[in-house]
């Protein structure tokens, strides 16, 4: 009988048991930081073992990256529809704003340990929890916005579609507080909407 077993009195399988260990994981990272993240720290927050947590990951490095990607998609919204360009991107920003700005402190202090051991940045990071659906949320919301005539297809460069999530991001990271409504406001109404509109 391993410990997991011995302390829950079942044992845990398959994508039960990952989940258990991520969930540990990233509750062990917002709590003690990238320097408390540590195997035997996940194990015991799990009530599993190391050699469980070794199975599924070859190291500590492993654990982090899968824990990562786990945490950045807690609360993932759906696509906002609310009719409008300037309604969807304002349900966007203020769902990534509630979501987001909880862990805002741990990613600006976090994040520069882990870069400077990893060699990674911010946007490797996002790519590797999100791929393609990082961009496949603007892009609906986009098209949409294309078919109902108010934004122009020609201003559409990457840059441009992607102005309010980064300015959003880059306020979120910098303060390490959540963003005020005003401010998510001013996002899309002085600076997205003028730039993407007919």
């Known amino acids: 009988m391993d410990l997991e077993e011995a302390e829950t009195g079942r044992r845990r399988r398959g994508e039960e048991l990952?989940?258990?260990?991520?969930?540990?994981?990233?509750?062990?990272?917002?709590?003690?930081?990238?320097h408390g993240f540590t195997i035997d720290a996940v194990?015991?927050?799990?009530?599993?073992?190391?050699?469980?947590v070794y199975r599924r990951w070859a190291g500590r490095d492993d654990l982090l990256d899968a824990t990562l990607t786990f945490g950045l998609k807690l609360g993932r919204v759906p696509t906002p529809d609310t009719g409008t360009l300037r309604g969807d991107m304002l349900a966007l920003l203020r769902a990534a704003n509630a979501a987001r700005s909880p862990i805002a402190p741990l990613m600006s202090v976090f994040m520069g340990a882990y870069y400077a051991d990893?060699?990674?940045?911010?946007?490797?990071?996002?790519?590797?929890?999100?791929?393609?659906?990082?961009?496949?949320?603007?892009?609906?919301?986009?098209?949409?916005?294309?078919?109902?005539?108010e934004a122009d297809p020609g201003k559409l460069?990457?840059?441009?579609?992607?102005?309010a999530s980064d300015l959003f991001r880059h306020d979120l990271l910098m303060t390490a507080a959540p963003l005020a409504?005003?401010?998510?406001?001013?996002?899309?109404?002085?600076?997205?909407?003028?730039?993407?509109r007919p």
């Open 118 to 149: 990893s060699g990674r940045t911010f946007a490797e990071v996002r790519n590797r929890a999100f791929g393609e659906s990082s961009s496949r949320t603007l892009d609906e919301i986009l098209e949409r916005a294309i078919a109902r005539g």
């Open 181 to 196: 409504d005003d401010a998510v406001v001013a996002i899309v109404d002085e600076i997205f909407l003028p730039l993407v």
């Open 43 to 52: 194990a015991e927050r799990a009530q599993t073992s190391r050699s469980v």
């Open 157 to 163: 460069s990457p840059r441009v579609r992607t102005v």
């Open 18 to 34: 990952e989940q258990a260990i991520l969930t540990a994981a990233w509750e062990q990272l917002l709590e003690d930081g990238y």
